[in-house]
C-alpha cells in the first residue's frame, strides 16, 4: 500500500517569498491533516479536512497560510508571504475517517526560509 | 488548549537497561498514540491506546494508560541501540484525531 506522498521534499526560499507544498494522501482516505514541526518540538496541528471540507483550522494563521483539498483527494499548503518563523517540517498525515484511530504522515517537507 | 507534557526530554542509557517515558496531559481523552521519529523522516506509529488500564506491548516497548491520572507511560527493556530515535506521545483533543503532540523524548542507547 502506498503510504502518504510529500513534495518536495526540501525548499528553501526567502522571507517574504511564496511558497506550497504538496500532499497526496492514502488511497481512499478521507480525512488529511497538514502538521507543522518547528525543530526540537512535536507537531502542532495547522488544519483537519474531511474530504474537501475543513474540519479544523483553529491553529492556522490565516493572515499568511491557506490550504485546499478542492476534490476532497490531494492537498496543497502554502505560505504567501513567508517569515523566518516559518522555517520547519511540514508534515501531511492521513487517516481512513475522522473516527479512525490511526493517521500515516507523509515524510515532510523541510522548509528553511532566509 | 490541551497540553502534553513528556519527561525526560532527554534520555540516555546503556544497552541493557530498562527505563520508562512519561506523558502527562492536562484534559480528558480516550485515544492516546505513541510514535517514534528517526533523523530526518517521518513519524512512525507505535502503539495506540483506547481505555483505561490499555497496555500494549511490541518487542522491547511496552506503552500503558490511566486516563483518571491523565497519565501514559512507555517502557524500554533491556535497550538496544537500534532503539535510538525520538519518541513522541500524543492525545486526541476533540475524537476526531486531532492530535496534540508532547514535546518528544530523544532516546540514545549508548553501546
Known amino acids: 500500500e502506498a503510504g502518504v506522498a510529500q513534495s518536495p521534499r526540501y525548499k528553501i526560499i526567502e522571507k517574504r517569498q511564496s511558497v506550497a507544498f504538496w500532499c497526496n494522501p492514502i488511497?481512499?482516505?478521507?480525512?488529511l491533516y497538514w502538521y507543522q514541526q518547528i525543530l526540537g518540538q512535536g507537531p502542532k496541528l495547522l488544519i483537519q479536512f474531511q474530504n474537501n471540507g475543513v474540519v479544523d483550522d483553529s491553529q492556522l494563521p490565516k493572515d499568511r497560510f491557506s490550504a485546499e483539498r478542492l476534490k476532497g483527494v490531494d492537498s496543497t499548503l502554502k505560505i504567501q508571504p513567508a517569515k523566518l518563523e516559518d522555517s520547519a517540517v511540514y508534515l501531511c498525515?492521513?487517516?481512513?475517517?475522522?473516527?479512525?484511530?490511526?493517521?500515516?504522515f507523509g515524510q515532510g517537507t523541510r522548509l528553511t526560509v532566509v | 488548549e490541551l497540553k502534553v507534557e513528556q519527561n525526560p526530554l532527554f534520555l540516555s542509557m546503556q544497552e541493557g537497561k530498562n527505563y520508562t517515558i512519561y506523558c502527562n496531559y492536562s484534559t480528558t481523552s480516550d485515544r492516546l498514540y505513541w510514535y517514534r521519529q528517526d533523523p530526518g523522516k517521518s513519524l512512525e506509529s507505535l502503539f495506540v491506546?483506547?481505555?483505561?488500564?490499555a497496555v500494549k506491548q511490541e518487542g522491547r516497548l511496552m506503552a500503558s494508560l490511566d486516563t483518571k491520572a491523565r497519565l501514559s507511560t512507555l517502557h524500554i527493556t533491556a535497550a538496544v541501540h537500534d532503539l535510538s530515535a525520538t519518541y513522541f506521545c500524543?492525545?486526541?483533543?476533540?475524537?476526531?484525531?486531532?492530535?496534540?503532540f508532547g514535546t518528544g523524548t530523544r532516546l540514545t542507547v549508548i553501546p
Open positions: 498525515a492521513s487517516s481512513l475517517a475522522i473516527q479512525s484511530t490511526e493517521a500515516f
Open positions: 500524543a492525545v486526541d483533543g476533540t475524537g476526531a484525531n486531532n492530535l496534540f
Open positions: 488511497s481512499g482516505h478521507a480525512t
Open positions: 491506546l483506547l481505555s483505561n488500564g
